[in-house]
């Protein structure tokens, strides 16, 4: 009997010892700008484990994890016709390429400054692109509903955002929002997104349902990234003119507290516990860390120009990316230090993890 317990008892702690290694058994997708393509990296090994390629200055990246796809936006501008159709998937027959980029049959409003851009939609699985949607203008930022409804998008040039159907891939609407639209951040709602808009000092609060703005919230001089915490209805973003962070209540719109950062801050995340706000300095080659609740400052130099960054999921590592050079850091977040260092191609932007 002690013989036969002590054998349960060692599957019992292996079957946890295999829950535990599971569920940090991350991938961090990382969009790689002038190369094109997207590495997928892993996080145990800290090595790349393959690339989906043909995605042309992909810029912004956005994960639908039930459904297993990337969503993939390019931040450079085409030409429509001929170009569209020199970017048909291969294997695709010109029928469902055409069927593929039809018209949309619902309403949008006025579209941008007429420029379009390529979303990209890619099958985890397999790397195959399955749809490629044309959105009017360069894509900055992109953002899946909570309830993967829809992907969101970002055109600083055309003043709006866009609203993609990830059941149908079709563009659903061009809604705008204001001067230079950068960032997407969710509350708790589902139909509800948050954009900051650069240029005018403002976020704005878009019902996605109805296709409106509701609401601009006052923002500093250029808002730009952000990150919302749900449980606290709080929203933190980075004013990059003013070198600070603002901390935003959603139910009234106030601005709670802003904390001074200094230099040109680009990046953001907030720690697992909710209770650390990470932010890269570009212009001053530093992470700074921030205790939300004594207020208090420090920071870690990263050279050079440490510039997009994202917390690598059930772990208590953040992924930073360089501006300057085809490197991306992994750093700890216990004692602040890299480590590892991820060779990468192109340029490092909006990187995601999947768990």
């Known amino acids: 009997m002690k013989h036969k317990a002590i ?21 961090i997708y990382i969009p790689e700008g002038s190369a094109t393509s997207v590495a997928v990296v892993d996080f145990k090994s800290k090595a790349i484990v393959r690339r989906y390629s043909d995605l042309e200055a992909v810029h912004g990246l956005a994960i639908a994890e039930e459904k297993q796809l ?11 016709g001929d170009a569209l159709k020199e970017r048909k998937p291969a294997g695709m027959s010109e029928e469902d390429h055409a069927a593929h980029h039809a018209p949309s ?9 007429g420029s379009k851009s390529l979303l990209s939609v890619v099958q985890i699985e397999t790397g195959d692109i399955l749809r490629r949607i044309e959105v009017p203008g360069g894509v900055h930022h992109v953002a899946v509903t909570p309830d993967e409804r829809f992907a969101v998008v970002t055109h600083p040039s055309g003043g709006g955002i866009s609203v993609v159907n990830l059941s149908s891939l079709q563009l659903e609407a061009f809604i705008p929002t204001g001067n230079n639209p950068n960032y997407l951040a969710f509350g708790s709602a589902a139909d509800t997104v948050y954009v900051s808009n650069a240029g005018n000092g403002t976020i704005s609060e878009v019902d996605l349902d109805r296709r409106i703005v509701r609401r601009n919230l006052l923002a500093g001089t250029s808002p730009e990234h952000m990150i919302a915490d749900p449980s606290s209805g709080t929203l933190y973003a980075v004013d990059t003119g003013a070198g600070r962070i603002i901390e935003l209540n959603l139910k009234t719109g106030e601005a709670l507290r802003t904390f001074d950062i200094g230099g040109e801050i680009h990046a953001l995340a907030l720690s697992p516990d909710r209770a650390k ?10 992470l700074a860390f921030l205790d939300l609740l004594s207020g208090e400052l420090s920071s870690q130099s990263l050279s050079p120009a440490p510039y997009h ?3 690598v999921e059930n772990t208590e590592s953040v992924f930073v990316s360089s501006r300057a050079e085809s490197v991306v850091w992994s750093i700890d977040l216990n004692d602040m230090k890299i480590s590892e260092e991820i060779a990468i191609e192109g340029e490092g932007h909006q990187m995601i993890s999947l768990p």
């Open 309 to 311: 960054l994202t917390l």
């Open 277 to 286: 706000l990470v932010a890269t300095v570009t212009s001053e080659g530093r």
């Open 105 to 113: 049959t619902t309403q949008t409003s006025s579209q941008g400054d």
């Open 7 to 27: 054998y349960h008892l060692l599957v019992a702690t292996s079957a946890l010892m295999a829950l535990v290694e599971t569920s940090v058994a991350q991938t």
């Open 70 to 80: 990337l969503i993939a936006g390019s931040l450079s501008e085409i030409e429509t």
